[in-house]
């Protein structure tokens, strides 16, 4: 099964320690088995023969044999939960490697919610999986089959009436192993729809106050947590349903032995301690049987929980990188061309959001992309960067094909501002500095001045070691804007892109941050989508798209007079007085 091959391949770096493990429980095993062969002895050569000493010296052996197993119990449980700690640290350090991996057409597919189970639940339940196998796994079988064994050398008489019974039992857990896995399956989805409500909620928790519709999400919430739970009540109840079961079949076959065993021993053929020993031996040969009930429901989880961890893990590249895949030189000429380009995103084939994209920036052009919301500005840039590749048609960068450049190499030669302005956890310096971790002091004031973000930098109250609380709760969109804006140009990279970068700041400041920008911007390509008319104004060149198809390119002189679209765009924002965000008339 390719599921228990990968789990394999994750415990492999701790194989000693699971050998470990293997070798206690082998010891455990032993003791175990041998007790019942004492209770044997003490009672027909100690009790009924009178003898003290017997029974005297073999207590004694039970009593060390049972301390050596408690010792060897523990180090056995140490050894298990290091092996299983070990293995799920890998698996989710393993996921969380493949997420920075996955572009932006795989995450499209994968939900934070669900991509959260993964990485949490999910890597719970395989490291149950083999704490329970290190612990159970091989100790259940070892100690049926030594039991079964030991009871053929006791009485081959009684363990045969027994052995029907004992198949029956494995029957009825094979049966339930088999019938649990997709319900533990169903479970796990269940707990995707609900994180996937909760992460929802804790990122909108401001827009649902906004609306009211507080109650309609906790109405979401309480739908999804109901199925949930409903789910999870029927695998319980279906998992409890065993172990009654089982427990019918051992008092079943103890009063099977002592019938047929009381008989024997009334005839002489069969001694107490003997029947004592058989039963011993038949509830250690039924406890692996409720053991292995554990077992198939862990290893039934586990699985399930394998299966989806291997959904991400085996995610083929939707944008693969060629093994003969180039850097680009360290010296580039920094332009970037369409060539037909087309493209839809995943699922829908049938639905293009470009098409037929011819376009060039020259080298230290700046090319303003506008147009309606949806009309496929940023889906045309993302295709720079290869957040996701083109449908038809190629992307080239100083006339090589993005296709055949090293990712690495290639993003190394952008820098981006994305619509979503995220910030990390950590201080206003370690944000700016975020694709620079080595830029000094001098560097991050510069880039933070650019930005037009170092003056309100220096009135907050720690400068620039503040700390920005989770995705910059405290501070505003422009601030947080600006210092993205920042971060971006730290690296100083031959190719700019803003995705409506500036949409939260004023315009006075946003007039501020284009003039820095082009007065520091030497051969630097940059490409700017803006929902702004204003923002674009001054570029090289302006692209209007509409409906993913380029209507009109040039400057705005040229486009004032000959595109409609334009002509309409600029009329409704700059004709007749638009107001920037913070209020400030354009004109």
């Known amino acids: 099964m390719y599921e228990v091959k990968r789990i394999l391949h994750f415990v492999k770096p701790y194989r000693k320690l699971a050998l470990i493990s293997l070798v206690m429980l082998l010891i455990m095993v032993v003791s ?65 490697v493949k997420i ?72 009825i857990i094979i049966f339930f192993s088999i019938k649990m896995e997709p319900l533990f399956r169903i479970v796990q989805l269940k707990l995707d729809r609900l994180n996937t409500v909760l992460q929802e909620n804790i990122a909108g928790a401001r827009l649902v106050k906004a609306f009211v519709r507080g109650d309609h999400e906790a109405q979401r919430f309480r739908a999804a947590n109901e199925e949930l739970t409903d789910e999870t009540v029927r695998v319980m109840q279906y998992m409890s349903s065993m172990s009654p079961l089982l427990t019918i079949f051992i008092n079943f076959g103890v009063v099977l032995v002592i019938w047929f065993g009381g008989r024997q021993a009334i005839q002489g053929s069969l001694q107490l301690g003997q029947i004592v020993a058989f039963i011993n031996y038949l509830l250690t040969t039924m406890t692996p049987l409720i053991m292995m009930t554990q077992l198939s429901n862990t290893w039934a989880n586990g699985l399930a929980s394998a299966r989806r961890i291997n959904e ?4 083929d590249p939707e944008v693969p990188q060629s093994r003969k895949a180039m850097a680009l030189p360290a010296q580039t000429r920094n332009q970037v061309d369409f060539q037909e380009v087309a493209f839809h995103y995943r699922g829908n084939s049938n639905l293009d959001v470009l098409e037929g994209i011819n376009l060039q920036a020259e080298p230290g052009q700046t090319v303003a ?15 720079i960067p290869r957040f996701y590749d083109a449908t038809r048609g190629q992307v080239n960068v100083d006339d090589r094909n993005v296709r055949d450049l090293r990712e690495d190499s290639l993003l190394a030669h952008i820098g981006i501002v ?88 004023d315009v006075e400041t946003e007039t501020q941050i284009q003039d820095a920008l082009n007065e520091t911007k030497d051969d630097r390509t940059t490409f700017v989508v803006a929902q702004r008319i204003s923002t674009v104004l001054n570029a090289d060149k302006i692209v209007v798209l509409d409906k993913g198809r380029i209507m009109a390119e040039g400057k705005h002189a040229d486009l004032i007079k000959t595109s409609p679209i334009y002509q309409e765009i600029y009329e409704s924002q700059l004709g007749n007085g638009f107001s920037g965000p913070e209020g400030e008339k354009t004109r």
């Open 418 to 505: 994305p619509q979503e302005t995220i910030l990390f956890s950590g201080t206003i310096r370690e944000n700016i500095a975020y694709g620079k971790p080595d830029a000094t002091e001098e560097e991050v004031i510069a880039a933070a001045k650019i930005a037009q973000a170092h003056d309100f930098i220096l009135h907050l109250p720690q400068g620039y070691d503040t700390h920005v609380e989770e995705r910059g709760a405290n501070l505003s969109g422009g601030q947080k804007q600006r210092i993205a804006i920042a971060r971006s140009i730290i690296t100083r990279p031959p190719i700019l892109i803003l995705d409506d970068a500036t949409s939260s700041v």
């Open 369 to 383: 992309l506008l147009g309606a919301t949806g009309a496929g500005k940023s889906s045309l840039i993302n295709l």
């Open 312 to 315: 991400v893990l085996d995610v």
């Open 100 to 171: 920075q991996e996955l572009s932006y057409g795989d995450l499209d597919r994968f939900s934070t919610g669900k991509l959260m189970v993964r990485l949490t639940s999910d890597a719970s339940a395989v490291q149950r999986l083999v704490q329970v196998s290190l612990r159970i796994g091989t100790r259940a079988p070892l100690l049926g089959i030594g039991s079964i064994i030991l009871m053929f050398i006791t009485s081959r008489t009684l363990a045969t009436a027994m052995i029907p019974l004992l198949l029956v039992a494995s029957i």
């Open 32 to 96: 175990d088995l041998s007790i019942p062969r004492l209770v044997e002895r003490i009672i027909d050569q100690g009790i009924r023969q009178n003898n003290l000493q017997v029974v005297l010296q073999t207590s004694a052996i039970m009593l060390v044999i049972s301390v050596i197993n408690t010792y060897v119990a523990v180090l056995n449980n140490n050894f298990s939960v290091r092996t299983g700690e070990s293995t799920a640290r890998d698996i989710r350090e393993a996921i969380f």
